[in-house]
């Protein structure tokens, strides 16, 4: 989604002589979703029936309606009580999240994210480790499970029996896949926070927050090594 700066950043002027409150992205996500309680306003789906499949998003408006001077409508998704325009301008912004990032399903992890005050779970301090695939308990304790693998013969005694050869089935827990999909998970949202926070550092639309740079860390599980 194109947009004119230019006209943004004219429409998001603050007053003079008030100053902005500063916040990194997630803690403007959590102010606007959690404490503002702002709603996701995506955009529909293309009609077939149609030969123009599209609409205006909900940014576009907000977009508009600063141009024009007006104020935004803040209270059209809580009874009784009012959404400050900036958690509008923020909710806007998640809404219109790019394809490459995920799209409409990202933005909706990023807005439930925020709404709970939480960060995605990387699996901090996991590491695989090998345990029995299925375990039984007796009164002896709890033991593994074995399967037969095969036979063979052995000499007892004088005799030559055949015995079975038992195993027990192994597996790493939590496997490494799962760790890896949780870390990756991590990443894509850390990456859609990015872009929202250039994107609202860009378009000069919030009139009392100043987004800044900070950011959670790209890579916690990555231990920086010291001199």
Not at 60 to 73: E, F, N, S
Not at 123 to 129: C, D, L, Q
Not at 134 to 161: I, Y
């Amino acid at each position: 989604m194109k947009h004119d700066r230019n006209l943004q950043a004219r429409a998001g002027r603050v007053a003079p002589g008030r100053p902005k409150r500063s916040m990194s992205v997630q803690q403007a996500l959590e102010w606007a979703f959690r404490v503002e309680h702002a709603q996701l306003e995506l955009p529909e789906p293309p009609d077939p029936e149609r030969e123009q499949g599209f609409g205006f998003g909900l940014e576009y408006v907000l977009l508009q309606r600063a141009i024009l001077g007006c104020k935004i409508d803040g209270g059209h998704y809580k009874i009784g009580s009012y959404t400050h325009e900036d958690a509008e301008v923020i909710a806007a912004t998640v809404a219109g999240m790019p394809d490459s990032l995920g799209g409409k399903r990202m933005a909706i992890r990023v807005a439930e994210l925020a709404r709970a005050g939480l960060t995605p779970d990387w699996m901090p301090g996991v590491a695989p480790r090998c345990v029995p695939v299925e375990t039984k308990r007796n009164q002896h304790g709890e033991r593994a499970t074995t399967v037969v693998v095969g036979t063979d013969r052995v000499l007892s005694r004088g005799k030559w029996r055949t015995v079975e050869v038992l195993a027990c089935p192994v597996t790493f827990s939590p496997h490494p896949q799962q760790i890896e999909a949780a870390r990756r998970a991590y990443d894509d949202w850390w990456r859609a926070l990015e872009w929202v926070g250039e994107g609202l550092q860009a378009g000069g639309m919030l009139r009392e927050i100043d987004v800044t740079n900070t950011a959670p860390k790209r890579y916690p599980w990555v231990r920086m090594c010291g001199p």
